[in-house]
């Protein structure tokens, strides 16, 4: 059986799951990992915290951009 995509994602971390979910409003979309579950290495363990306070000045600046979708 043959399945086509419209998005082909390789990595299933945080950035690869994040792309997958903005586009999949767009068309079908395939998410490609190695492990047995997805973000299961460093961005899985720690996309759990949220703090404004980590990073530097631009890390900085991207969280708390990000905090109303975070939340």
């Not at 792309?19 to 190695?34: D, Q």
């Amino acid at each position: 059986m043959s399945e086509s995509y419209d998005f082909i994602i390789v990595g299933g971390g945080i950035a690869g799951v994040s792309a997958g979910y903005f586009l999949a409003p767009c068309g079908r979309v395939l998410l490609l990992e190695r492990e047995t579950a997805l973000a299961y290495h460093t961005t899985g363990r720690s996309a759990a915290i949220y703090t404004q306070a980590y990073g530097n000045a631009a890390v900085r600046a991207l969280t708390v951009a990000g905090h109303e979708f975070f939340t």
